[in-house]
T-cell receptor, first 115, second 112 residues
Framework: AAGVIQSPRHLIKEKRETATLKCYPI?????VYWYQQGPGQDPQFLIS???????DKGSIPDRFSAQQFSDYHSELNMSSLELGDSALYFC??????????????FGPGTRLTVT | GESVGLHLPTLSVQEGDNSIINCAYS??????FIWYKQESGKGPQFIID?????DKRQGQRVTVLLNKTVKHLSLQIAATQPGDSAVYFC???????????FGTGTLLAVQP
């Protein structure tokens, strides 16, 4: 079965640079979530989109922005990168299940290292 | 504030034994909980979920128990195998947008 695709898988940037992370949800899933996971920490919700509109916002820095496109893929744009932005960034997608609920399926993540 | 947390950061068990991973949550209004397994370098993988109108749900080798009185969740893994070694997170599905609030993970180490 098709899974969530994230690219790139690894990214190395220097401080003050910008980065763009991409997420391709499971086909027919209409909702995308972004999470940030620091070393040894639990994933923290950043932002979500439903039907191309922002649906919720968590602890996302103002330096970050995101959007969902007409084909439902999403991009997370990160500017003025800081050392503390080094983390795993996960995208998850969900769609309605006949049995109810909105199970989120996670991608493999993008490991961002800021030097 | 909102939080979902685990009591034990590390759990070491022998292969074949049963494992129990615990989790406490703080929001009594929460009505949907999920357990995720995360292997090194991979994204969280759905294991099992439970709604607040249930106190127990069983899957293949896994059982989730929910005690709403004390706001406690547990994940039981029967006949633990080396492939079960991973970090386990409980998560609370919060609000109309279904964002996940994760608790602190527990590292399950299965000894052969």
């Amino acid at each position: 079965a098709a899974g969530v695709i994230q690219s790139p898988r690894h990214l190395i940037k220097e401080k003050r640079e910008t980065a763009t992370l991409k997420c391709y949800p499971i086909p027919r899933h209409d909702t995308v979530y972004w999470y940030q996971q620091g070393p040894g920490q639990d994933p923290q919700f950043l932002i979500s989109f439903y039907e191309k509109m922002q649906s919720d916002k968590g602890s996302i820095p103002d330096r970050f922005s995101a959007q969902q496109f007409s084909d439902y893929h999403s991009e997370l744009n990160m500017s003025s990168l800081e050392l503390g932005d080094s983390a795993l960034y996960f995208c998850a997608s969900s769609g309605y299940r006949r049995q109810g609920g909105y199970e989120q399926y996670f991608g493999p993540g993008t490991r961002l290292t800021v030097t | 504030g909102e939080s979902v947390g685990l009591h034990l950061p590390t759990l070491s068990v022998q292969e074949g034994d049963n494992s129990i991973i615990n989790c406490a949550y703080s929001n009594s209004a929460s009505d949907y909980f999920i357990w995720y397994k995360q292997e090194s370098g991979k994204g969280p993988q759905f294991i099992i979920d439970i709604r607040s109108n249930m106190d127990k749900r069983q899957g293949q080798r896994v059982t989730v128990l929910l005690n709403k009185t004390v706001k406690h969740l547990s994940l039981q893994i029967a006949a633990t195998q080396p492939g079960d070694s991973a970090v386990y997170f409980c998560a609370e599905n919060r609000g109309a947008t279904n964002k996940l609030i994760f608790g602190t993970g527990t590292l399950l180490a299965v000894q052969p």
